[in-house]
């Protein structure tokens, strides 16, 4: 026994130390960049502040590094958003609730404040082309599908930015952002209204994502200087939206418009950028230039977290909109719950390629059950509800210990959900291990209090990652009323042959009765059975109508009125 609890509590010393090493401020010195850095070229320089503890793949160097904040416990944190001008996709929700994942870890588990800003896309090539379709103003395009983004987000449980910044509503601040890289000598204007970044002018600082340097650009004017300059403001064609500018009327390039606004946010440092990994080049590329050239530094972005694609099983090809090979949001909300849906996510690193099918989503819906039924077992051993054989108590405390350390360890080291998941079901394993349940237990030693402790500590953790087991699924809501209808007919038809059963009559012969003939006696607790079940589902919202020996059912959820209309209904004789 002392051996088990010199064991659990050196597991918790270890426990405190991982908490107290993500915690606090590391005081060694690096290489301090001063506001942004000014050291040129590709090199990226670990930034001076606050060490969280953490490691993430920093896509800048293609390798874990060390998460250092510019300020004690707060991120600065900017993401890319949708561009909206059709219904979002399984591909974009898996990107943003992967990285909405990440942040509650930052936030709940290491106790540092993110502070998250988003663009929203809304006027684009592909946004003016949808109104020309449906014969609509881009304006009400944007509209229609940022308000369905919003709540497809809010339907996954992904936390809101703390501001969400539209594109058409920042297009001054674009222009005057614009105009600064010019005066800096890094962009220039054609004589067609247009405006180009000048690649040639930061030398070899352009490349710093793979797929930079055999880039042959994007298309554009044939008046570039090179052809990997690309778009900060282009003029507008007839019958397009645009805005006055010092080189004419036009509207801004795709990439302008996330460093004006992380840098109108932000400022001149920013410490952690994310996207889709098929953001990196050219888009994330051309921010670093773009922002780097404006504000005169070498690193602008300390932090670029990119997610894998998803695919669909058996595909090589991302999940995207212009292949028309995807799932929306809502058709998929139809038979998985969001719980179900991050847990899927969880199961694979959040810079993984991840196959989506049938099988995985099962795994993931399989997964969260194990833990559902774990937790509802050992809530009724707590409760005395299920009697066990003894429980072999500090076992389960070293093994939560245990839990507890690998959890913060694999989350500390890039974000290793799958790792973290996977010490969570060993501890559940170890626990249903100890549940064996038994007819009969007096006298026997019981341990709810570890239990308490593990419902407790993986409610904790789910809740950290977004899943909320106390609430029923969405997934189970959608189909609840056809696996609640199917239940309530075995049921109503099983209670009919038991009233069947019991209303036969005697023969009269047997009974030596004159009258009609009676009920057999033995049977009569069976019929008040069938009343007490009757009477008790009522108030649940299960109507059961007694019709002779046969019996009607309805469900009567949203009509109280009916709840107790039979429930002094006689017994039928």
């Not at 060390?66 to 929700?93: M, N, Q």
Request: neutral net charge; glycine residues 6%; charged residues 25%.
């Amino acid at each position: 026994m002392w051996r088990y609890l010199r064991s659990v509590l050196w597991k918790a010393k270890l426990l405190r130390g991982v908490f107290n090493t993500a915690q606090s401020v590391n005081t060694d010195k690096f290489i301090s960049n001063g506001p942004c850095s000014s050291v040129s070229g590709k090199k990226w320089v670990r930034p001076s502040g606050f060490a969280t503890g953490l490691k993430t793949f920093n896509s800048l160097t293609k390798q874990k590094e060390p998460l250092i904040l510019e300020r004690e416990r707060v991120a600065t944190w900017y993401s890319c958003g949708p561009t909206v001008y059709d219904h979002a996709h399984l591909g974009h929700a898996c990107s943003y609730v992967r990285f909405d994942i990440l942040q509650r870890i930052l936030s709940r588990l290491f106790g540092i404040t993110v502070i998250h800003a988003m663009v929203i896309t809304d006027i684009d090539d592909k946004i003016i082309k949808r109104s020309w379709e449906d014969n609509v103003s881009p304006t009400t395009i944007a509209t229609l599908y940022e308000d369905e983004f919003k709540r497809d987000m809010l339907s996954l449980k992904v936390i809101p930015p703390a501001v969400y910044l539209r594109v058409t509503e920042n297009v001054h601040h674009i222009v005057a952002f614009i105009e600064g890289i010019i005066k800096n000598g890094h962009a220039y204007a054609t004589k067609e209204g247009d405006v180009y970044f000048d690649i040639q002018s930061i030398g070899d600082r352009y490349g710093k994502f793979v797929g930079a340097v055999d880039s042959q650009g994007e298309p554009g004017s044939t008046n570039k200087r090179d052809s990997r300059d690309f778009a900060l403001w282009k003029q507008s064609k007839p019958q397009e939206p645009y805005w006055e500018s010092p080189w004419g009327r036009g509207r801004p390039g795709w990439h302008i418009e996330c460093s004006t606004i992380a840098s109108s946010v932000f400022g001149s440092q920013l410490d952690i950028h994310s996207g889709g990994i098929d953001l990196a080049f050219p888009h994330h590329e051309n921010e670093v230039a773009q922002s780097e050239a404006y504000h005169q530094c070498g690193q602008w972005a300390n932090y670029f977290l990119h997610s894998g694609h998803l695919h669909l099983k058996g595909s090589a090809e991302k999940m995207s909109k212009s292949l028309k090979n995807y799932i929306t949001i809502k058709d998929f909300l139809q038979s998985y719950s969001a719980s179900e849906f991050r847990m899927f996510c969880l199961l694979t690193k959040y810079r993984s390629a991840i196959d989506y099918s049938e099988s995985s989503m099962l795994e993931a819906r399989t997964s969260l059950g194990t833990i559902s039924t774990f937790i509802h077992d050992a809530k009724a051993y707590i409760k005395g509800q299920l009697q066990c054989t003894p429980v072999q108590e500090a076992v389960l405390w070293e093994r939560l210990a245990e839990t507890k350390y690998s959890v913060v360890k694999a989350l500390a080291d890039d974000f290793d959900t799958p790792r973290a998941i996977s010490a969570v079901m060993n501890l559940v394993y170890h626990g249903n291990c100890q549940l064996q349940p038994v007819s009969k237990s007096e006298g026997v030693a019981r341990s709810p209090a570890v239990f308490g402790a593990m419902v407790t500590y993986i409610s904790d953790v789910l809740d950290v990652f977004g899943i909320d087991l106390l609430h029923i699924k969405e997934a189970d809501v959608v189909s609840s009323c056809r696996s609640l209808e199917g239940i309530v007919e075995k049921l109503t038809h099983f209670r009919s042959e038991v009233r069947a059963f019991a209303l036969a009559r005697q023969d009269c012969t047997i009974t030596g009765s004159p009258n009609k003939p009676g009920l057999y006696p033995d049977r009569i607790p069976l019929l008040k059975a069938c009343d007490i079940l009757r009477s008790e589902l009522a108030p649940l919202g299960v109507l059961i109508k007694d019709r002779g020996a046969t019996s009607t059912w309805e469900l009567t959820e949203g009509k109280p009125s009916q709840r107790g209309q039979y429930k002094d209904q006689e017994t039928s004789s």
